[in-house]
């Protein structure tokens, strides 16, 4: 139960609330989760500006310089200069052996942090364990009620995974150095260890390179980064311990090279820019010796720049209508026994392959590149999902998992930290006895864009309540979690698919079903009938113990077809750090609602010491929006909604025509984080007050929102009648309206546990139907916590 509840509207326009911690990570507000924490004693070592730091063992150049900023920001302190040979430092740094200041994929990153009434010690084997340490205590340096403090502490630590990556696509929308950098602070705080940076695709070159120089001078539209730029991202990341991984998508995704070089095409030129976005037809001859001797000379020019020992060569998405209508390239694979398009790319990978050894740098593709005529040695990078990830571990091959973990989706945060590396297997669930009573339903949900998703899903009722598993077609059957009947005809549940967190809500009539499945906060039509039988499944794939080594870790994926520099830190932050956890945490580390309130912490403390902008940014945005008047209309606005998940967005740009390069992201939409924090309070309160109709303080809680929403109305409308940009947005400010006066009216309606008429339950879902309906690419979330607290009112 709360015992305080406090309103405060920041930047962001997020409402928050204090309510106590959960168990197991404990209330200290660290992100990620340390393996070991013990608290030996009550009571924190009290710090000022006279702070000191000290560092034996190795040279860690400015980084100390760095770590004083820090302080400095996070304490409003100008500390008091530090003098040399510090005898009796605050922060006591010992490394145990100094090794090459370039990271590597086996660096050891371990470290021990002790805070006690004496001082901090940090001591590590390397200087890369030293570095993650010192994120840990800058975390927990605390601004009190009577001072700055580092709360007493006992810290043992090391990540789970070796490889925790993020991708940035800087040839989509190309990403300035500024920002590149700025995103590399963001990693180390979170400890990610691996920028992963997409150089090439169809849509632009951004790698200066110095044998085909007019792969910049034609395919980038004067956006590129110098070989100078290039390297000095290399030792900004190594500083923070970080690798540079760098990408060069072939033979796919290979307009950009078309335009500069088409005589290394499977197609005769000319080639024009590529401005749309998809899957387009352009791919390199494999046949050609020109295009090792391309392949041979960027691979150098890349090992020269970046000395990581991994090199990705993309080798996704392959369209092979290029090399079917080729036929040189059909005769080239009939001698020599190619027997498809995928053997084809096989012998192109193994060139590849031997450049890349040529230059001491092992592979890195996509799901695409693997097959069995490569060597071991090679690294899957998975799009595909668990399946595929664990048919590579299984066959020996190492893994890295990205389904799950795509930041440019808008999802909410407790889905990637629920999105696991290791591929679980069912654990009997759709093993059926005598004594269960088994339903199973075929279903079709049509998408914006491509083919509906289609399958079966399986409800049983057994000795211990309902379970249930869903076969998507085309891929392994999974578990389903949360089975409730909302009435004899209507059903819920809900799964985590590569869509994002995937809740159907179905009404039964006969033999039929319709409803919809709800995709993270958007809603997909469905319908179905009734099966006669249980389909037979195909099982997860579950690599064994010893094959799941295999799997060295992850990356969070921000492509950029929807995203611009202005917005990059929305996009990314503070979402990433909840991914980072999962890579770098225990495996047991679980629980959401712990997750959220540390997220929400670190969501603070990363603006201020690290400089990330996801407020700034949003700020900006709307005061762009605002033309000049004051912003907080629209801050208060965003509280009730948010961007429409999984690829809502996208698919409608494509549908209009829009889905291109030169599409405005200018929209409110794109001001928007991806979950408003708001609404997920709202949440919580709705669920306790439903479950507790004398729980005040959520009842409260609930009205306060509500009551701010509809004195808000005014001046959103103005503001949307006030730029063109903003007009599209008048009705989901009309909606947010009628939704705060029917939430203040079903607050009231459950405190007092009151029930509604059929007609009238009917009349109110169907105003929230109609408000869940996406609209200028947003969603109002808020409908969400109004259901909750509706079918609280049903006449049982």
């Known amino acids: 139960m709360l015992k305080t509840v406090r309103y405060s509207l920041l930047t962001t326009g997020l409402l928050l609330s204090g309510y106590t911690l959960a168990s197991p990570a404990g209330d200290l507000p660290l992100m990620p989760w340390p393996a070991q924490v013990e608290r030996p004693a009550q009571g924190a070592l009290a710090i000022d500006n006279r702070l000191t730091i000290r560092v034996t063992g190795d ?34 740094i010992a490394i145990a052996r100094s090794v090459a200041a370039i990271p590597r994929p086996d660096s050891d990153e371990s470290y021990r942090l002790t805070v006690s009434a004496s001082g901090v010690k940090l001591t590590a084997n390397t200087r890369f364990g030293a570095l993650r340490g010192m994120e840990t205590l800058l975390q927990l340096i605390q601004n009190g009620p009577e001072n700055t403090a580092i709360p007493y502490v006992s810290i043992t630590d090391a ?74 991202v290399v030792r900004y990341a190594a500083e923070r311990g970080i690798r540079v991984v760098p990408e060069i998508d072939m033979p796919g995704h290979a307009s950009a090279i078309a335009v500069a070089y088409p005589e290394l095409m499977s197609a005769p030129g000319p080639y024009e820019m590529e401005r ?91 799901d695409e590149i693997y097959h069995p005529d490569l060597p071991k ?10 399946d595929a990830l664990g048919e590579v571990a299984k066959n020996g091959y190492k893994g890295i998992l990205s389904t799950g973990f795509y930041l440019d989706q808008p999802q909410y945060a407790a889905y990637h930290y629920r999105n696991d590396i290791v591929p679980q297997g069912l654990n009997g669930v759709d093993t059926l006895s005598d004594a269960d009573s088994a339903q199973s339903w075929s279903f079709s949900m049509p998408r914006l864009k491509g083919s509906p998703v289609e399958g079966s899903f399986t409800l049983v009722k057994g000795e211990d309540g309902w379970r249930g598993f869903i076969d998507f077609k085309g891929k392994s059957r999974r578990a389903v979690q949360n089975i409730e009947w909302l009435s004899d005809d209507q059903m819920t549940f809900s799964v985590d698919t590569w869509m994002g967190e995937t809740r159907p809500l179905l009404t039964v009539s006969n033999d039929s079903i319709s409803g919809y499945f709800l995709i993270g906060n958007t809603r997909y039509p469905a319908s179905g009938k009734r099966l006669e039988a249980v389909p037979a499944g195909t099982p997860p794939v579950v690599p064994d113990a010893e094959q799941q080594k295999n799997l060295l870790g992850g990356e969070a994926a921000l492509w950029a077809e929807n995203i611009v520099a202005p917005v990059l830190d929305i996009r990314l932050w503070p979402r990433a750090f909840a991914v980072a956890e999962r890579l770098w945490s225990a495996q047991d580390v679980q629980d959401t609602d712990n997750m959220y309130q540390r997220l929400q912490a670190v969501d603070g403390w990363s603006t201020v ?45 494509f549908q209009a025509g829009n889905y291109h390069q030169f599409e405005p992201l200018n929209r409110f939409a794109d001001a928007l984080p991806a979950e408003s924090m ?17 729980d005040t303080e959520s009842a409260d809680a609930l009205r306060h929102v509500f009551t701010r929403w509809q004195s808000n109305t005014p001046d959103a409308l103005a503001l949307a009648g006030a730029n063109y940009q903003l007009a599209a947005i008048k009705p989901v400010v009309a ?23 059929d007609k009238e339950y009917a009349s109110i879902q169907a105003q929230l139907d109609e408000a869940a309906k996406t609209q200028d690419e947003v969603v109002i979330a808020a409908v969400y916590p109004l259901e909750t607290l509706l079918r609280a009112t049903r006449i049982e």
């Open 59 to 92: 040279d860690l150049g400015p980084a100390v310089g760095r770590w004083r900023e820090r302080i400095a920001r996070q304490t409003g302190w100008v500390l008091m200069p530090q003098a040399a040979g510090v005898t009796s430092p605050t922060i006591d």
């Open 159 to 232: 990540p789970r995974f070796p490889w925790r990556g993020l991708l940035l696509d800087s040839a989509r929308h190309f990403m300035p150095l500024e920002d590149i950098k700025r995103q590399l602070d963001g990693m180390a705080a979170a400890k990610l260890n691996v920028f992963h940076w997409h150089l090439t695709d169809d849509q632009g070159w951004r790698f200066a390179s110095n044998r085909y120089p007019k792969l910049q001078q034609l395919a980038s539209d004067g956006q590129f980064y110098t070989q100078a730029q290039m390297k000095e």
């Open 276 to 366: 749309h976005w998809g899957v387009l037809k352009p791919v390199l001859d494999p046949t050609k010796e020109a295009t090792y001797a391309f392949a041979d000379a960027i691979v150098g020019e890349l090992a020269a720049i970046f000395p990581d020992a991994y090199l990705h060569i993309g080798g996704d998405e392959v369209d092979d209508t290029q090399w079917k209508n080729n036929p040189a390239i059909q005769r080239f694979m009939q001698q020599n026994a190619l027997a498809d398009s995928h053997a084809l790319q096989a012998y192109f990978n193994r060139r590849l392959e031997r450049i890349l050894e040529k230059y001491h740098r092992q592979m890195v593709g996509w």
């Open 377 to 386: 040695s090679i690294l899957i990078q998975s799009w595909q999902g668990q």
């Open 609 to 653: 010491s690290v400089g990330l902008q996801q407020h700034t940014q949003q700020l900006q945005q709307f005061a762009r929006l605002a033309s000049g008047s004051s912003t907080l209309a629209l801050q208060i606005l965003a509280q009730a909604v948010e961007p429409a998940h999984y690829y809502t967005r996208q698919h409608l740009k």
């Open 678 to 694: 708001t609404v997920h309070s709202l949440n919580r309160w709705a669920e306790r007050l439903v479950s507790d109709a004398e």
């Open 735 to 757: 909606q947010v309206d009628k939704l705060a006066a029917l939430g203040l009216r079903l607050t009231d309606l459950v405190a007092r546990q009151g029930t509604l008429d």
